[in-house]
C-alpha cells in the first residue's frame, strides 16, 4: 500500500487549524450581531474584531511540529483552548 505521508502528527494539525476555525465563529456571530444594532457597542466590536485576529494569527502561524500548542489546541480541558469561557460572546 502506498503512504500517503499522512499521519496522526499532520492529523492532529489539522484538526487543531479546524479547532481554531470554529472557534472564531461565535466572534464573527457576536460581531455581525453587534453591527445591526441601532447602536452598536465600539468596545464589543473592538473585543471581537481583536479575538478574531488573534485566532487568525495563531492559525497563520501554527506549525506541524509545534506539539505542545496542538495539544493544548486539542485538549477539552485545557484553560485557554478548552471549553468556551467568559471571555468569549455567547451566541446572540
Known sequence: MQSLGINSESIDYEVALENLGQRLQPFIMALQ???????PSAALIAYCEAQMAAI???QEDLRVNDHETIAR??????SVFGPRTAQEPAHP
Not at 33 to 39: D, F, L, P, S, Y
Not at 73 to 78: A, F
Open 56 to 58: 487568525s494569527d495563531l
Open 73 to 78: 489546541i486539542l485538549n477539552p480541558q485545557d
Open 33 to 39: 450581531h453587534e453591527r445591526e444594532k441601532a447602536q
